[in-house]
T-cell receptor, first 114, second 110 residues
Framework: DAEITQSPRHKITETGRQVTLACHQTWNHNNMFWYRQDLGHGLRLIHYSYGVHDTNKGEVSDGYSVSRSNTEDLPLTLESAASSQTSVYFC?????????????FGPGTRLTVL | EDQVTQSPEALRLQEGESSSLNCSYTVSGLRGLFWYRQDPGKGPEFLFTLYSAGEEKEKERLKATLTKKESFLHITAPKPEDSATYLCAALQLNDYKLSFGAGTTVTVRA
């Protein structure tokens, strides 16, 4: 069955370190998204991609970057981790043009920055 | 600016006590209104998409409805397994990004 996976599921790091969160989908979807979820804020969009080599900033992109070298993967990099980036991160994907544009989510990565 | 607001923030129900969750939205051209269920420690799980005012969709004890300014998620005779956070999100015309509300956390006591 097609799915979307994230790794690691839990990560503890120190302030100032570079961290990369992986997202892999086997739906063959063109669209991929990264969100963070914090209490009281709901899901906020960090970066998104509408295809290979395409990347765009979301509403909370400062301190994060993404690159899309193939259809299946959209890794999220925290250039220099800060305590404010402690959060739960979700990856999602969707396929445009199929009438629903439904986004399907991964299981999440809980990141703690000490 | 697109906005999606959900109310109430939390809802505590007795098993069998029906209720409704509200999602109000202000987007410049709605293409679709999505409902998701999220269990603790998991990613959001897709429930419904509504595309036009007057549309309704049902799944077991859940029914979602849409008007021009808001959507409702009705929970009929809930069971403890319906306890979760319910998220709504709006999809704007000519875009693929979702704008999410903060969610309503529903707790159903046996």
């Amino acid at each position: 069955d097609a799915e979307i996976t994230q790794s690691p599921r839990h990560k503890i790091t120190e302030t100032g370190r570079q961290v990369t969160l992986a997202c892999h989908q086997t739906w063959n979807h063109n669209n991929m998204f990264w969100y963070r979820q914090d209490l009281g804020h709901g899901l906020r969009l960090i970066h998104y991609s509408y295809g290979v080599h395409d990347t765009n900033k979301g509403e909370v992109s400062d301190g994060y970057s993404v690159s899309r070298s193939n259809t299946e993967d959209l890794p999220l990099t925290l250039e220099s981790a800060a305590s404010s980036q402690t959060s739960v991160y979700f990856c999602a994907s969707s396929e445009p043009g199929q009438g629903t544009d439904t986004q399907y989510f991964g299981p999440g990565t809980r990141l703690t920055v000490l | 600016e697109d906005q999606v607001t959900q109310s109430p923030e939390a809802l505590r129900l007795q098993e069998g006590e029906s209720s409704s969750l509200n999602c109000s939205y202000t987007v410049s051209g709605l293409r679709g209104l999505f409902w998701y269920r999220q269990d603790p420690g998991k990613g959001p799980e897709f429930l419904f998409t509504l595309y036009s005012a007057g549309e309704e969709k049902e799944k077991e004890r859940l029914k979602a409805t849409l008007t021009k300014k808001e959507s409702f998620l009705h929970i009929t005779a809930p069971k403890p397994e319906d306890s979760a956070t319910y998220l709504c999100a709006a999809l704007q015309l000519n875009d693929y990004k979702l704008s999410f509300g903060a969610g309503t956390t529903v707790t159903v006591r046996a």
